[in-house]
């Protein structure tokens, strides 16, 4: 059985600094990785897809990475501001097209 | 391209009543889902949809538990005779096909009194 873990659980940071998510999973056999940002009572809007081929992908202030073989993605975040403030969450596509996802890092960026 | 909606937004609802959540994907997205979220955890996969078709159900989605998606395009997802325990955010989301990004909606909160 897949799962997927995310440290830390919380994070606060002043704004500007640079950080790093963590994501790893068990079982390599993945498809894909995918990362999502969740506002508080929100649904879940997707940010960076990284298929099982890659390595990794950049949107903007955004670079996820991936190492399949291991079992661990990062996300990287540049100069962060207090927008970013949200709860993100990785997750796995496997076989049967779900995702498994982990439970996510809150983050907290402070003006 | 509106994204996925999901209709209500929020429903309160008594111990053993049935409801029903609506969900339209994106136009064109023949793949269909249905999440279940608790407070403080990641989304817990329910269902999924190709055009029609049914073609996965989790062992969360108990006999109390329907899906349906009839021509392939909006969804509903009933819960009869609701718990306490089945008090959450119900997430829907679509997609092209497999492999590629899953959008979600914005989720129906549902809180069994």
């Known amino acids: 059985k897949q799962e997927v873990t995310q440290i830390p659980a919380a994070l606060s940071v002043p704004e500007g600094e640079n950080l790093v998510l963590n994501c790893s999973f068990t079982?390599?056999?993945?498809?894909?990785l995918q990362w999502f940002r969740q506002d508080p009572g929100k649904g879940l809007t997707s940010l960076l897809l990284?298929?099982?081929?890659?390595r990794e992908q950049t949107s903007g202030r955004l670079n996820a990475s991936l190492d399949k073989s291991s079992g661990r993605s990062t996300l990287y975040i540049a100069a962060s501001q207090p927008g970013d403030s949200a709860t993100y969450l990785c997750a796995v596509e496997t076989s049967g097209s779900r995702l498994t996802f982990g439970e996510g890092t809150q983050l907290t960026v402070n003006p | 391209d509106t994204g996925v909606s999901q209709d209500p937004r929020h429903k309160i609802t008594k111990r053993g009543q049935n409801v029903t959540f609506r969900c339209d994907p994106i136009s064109e997205h023949n793949r269909l889902y249905w999440y279940r979220q608790t407070l403080g955890q990641g989304p817990e996969f329910l269902t999924y949809?190709?055009?029609?078709?049914?073609?996965?159900k989790s062992r969360l989605l108990s006999d109390r538990f329907s899906a349906e998606r009839p021509k392939g395009s909006f969804s509903t997802l009933e819960i009869q005779r609701t718990e306490q325990g089945d008090s959450a955010m119900y997430l829907c989301?679509?997609?092209?096909?497999?492999?590629?990004?899953?959008?979600f909606g914005p989720g129906t909160r549902l809180t069994v009194t």
């Open positions: 990284i298929q099982s081929s890659q």
């Open positions: 989301a679509s997609s092209l096909g497999p492999r590629g990004p899953i959008y």
């Open positions: 949809f190709q055009n029609e078709a049914q073609l996965e």
């Open positions: 079982d390599s056999a993945i498809y894909n």
